[in-house]
């Protein structure tokens, strides 16, 4: 190839794996990493200055726009969960997956993750450290389904065999949501989309050792908070599953929630869920609350944090497709 070729240029990112194997092979390189970083992405701008062409304009957002933070979608299982563990102020050890935006403002519920799996591992080591430094704190570890399947259950066993004391919360909502909904070993369906064995996740923490495994519904935040405080009062391995699927995988749609515009105080109590089907509108000298009735799916998580009233669920059909 390089034969016939007039300039070979060799761009990768990161180190210089196929340039330093081709240049060993006596093969001229004219432009690799003398001309490209080694760190960072490289994008169309790094590689035309390397070329010696000019770059591009580059596009100056428009000014005034909403900020829109990254959040969960609405009515996700997850945003019940990171409500009651940022109310609840305890330490999460995080890991990789939708519920890793639980770290983010205002949730402010997550305070590691290290690689796929490691919320339990280092859960379990914290919580070891915390013994020999005499502080009585549990940590808490959060999972998703696919992730557990991934590389979690070795570090729940290594926690059951070595006398752990952390609480783990596994969100099994049959799906890997953040990369699109691929299927996993508890959705019945191979990435293949051929019909399997569905892998409960309950019996397989139990089979690990673990005797205290819970359900949770964290749509329900009273529920929600009364579980995770006993499995943090319980002494030693505790898990909790919430079975909750992926809204957006499973396309399950439920009826907006309303607001009373005349019983909100305008408090933002229900803002601290961080959905984005809800905002602000001036009313007179306040601001009150509004939902916008296309983007709310009705899961009734900031109507739990209303303490006057003011939000209503509206029953209807729900089209889980599961
Ligand atoms: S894709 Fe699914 S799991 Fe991820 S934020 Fe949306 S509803 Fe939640
Ligand atoms: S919590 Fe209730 S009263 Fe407070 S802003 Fe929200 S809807 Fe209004
Ligand atoms: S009920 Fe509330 S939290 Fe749930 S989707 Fe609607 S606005 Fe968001």
Do not use: W
């Amino acid at each position: 190839f390089a034969s016939s070729v007039k300039r070979l240029m060799i761009i990768e990112e990161m180190d210089a794996i196929f340039e330093e194997q081709i240049r060993a092979m006596g093969i001229d390189v004219e432009i690799g990493k003398n001309k490209l970083p080694l760190c960072g992405e490289i994008n169309a701008d790094i590689i035309r200055t390397a070329l010696g062409e000019s770059t591009s304009e580059i596009a100056v957002p428009v000014e005034g726009l909403p900020q829109r933070p990254p959040v969960f979608c609405p009515s996700c299982a997850h945003r019940g969960l990171f409500t009651i563990l940022s109310k609840l102020k305890t330490f999460v050890s995080g890991d990789i997956g939708c519920y890793t935006l639980g770290a983010l403002p205002p949730m402010n519920a997550m305070h590691s993750v290290i690689d796929m799996g490691a919320s339990i591992s280092a859960a379990h080591g914290m919580a070891k450290v915390n013994a020999i430094a005499g502080r009585d704190e549990k940590p808490v570890a959060v999972i998703g389904d696919s992730t557990f399947f991934h590389s979690g259950i070795t570090g729940l066993l290594s926690m059951s065999y070595n006398a752990g004391n952390a609480l783990v919360i596994i969100m099994d909502n049959r799906t890997t949501g953040m990369t699109g909904g691929q299927e996993n070993p508890g959705s019945g369906v191979t990435l293949q989309g051929v019909p399997t064995r569905q892998v409960e996740i309950a019996p397989l923490v139990k089979a690990l050792g673990i005797e205290n495994v819970a359900e949770l519904n964290s749509y329900d935040l009273k529920e929600t908070e009364a579980a995770i405080k006993k499995g943090l009062e319980t002494p030693g391995p505790y898990v909790l599953i919430d079975k909750n699927p992926c809204v957006l995988r499973y396309k399950i749609r439920k009826p907006a929630i309303t607001v009373e515009p005349d019983k909100c105080t305008g408090c933002r109590a229900c803002l601290k869920v961080a959905c984005m089907a809800l905002g602000l509108v001036a009313s007179g000298e306040k601001q009150k609350v509004r939902v916008d009735p296309n983007v709310c799916n009705g899961c009734g998580v900031c109507a739990q944090m209303c303490k006057f009233d003011a939000m209503h669920t509206i029953e209807g059909e729900n089209n889980a497709n599961l």
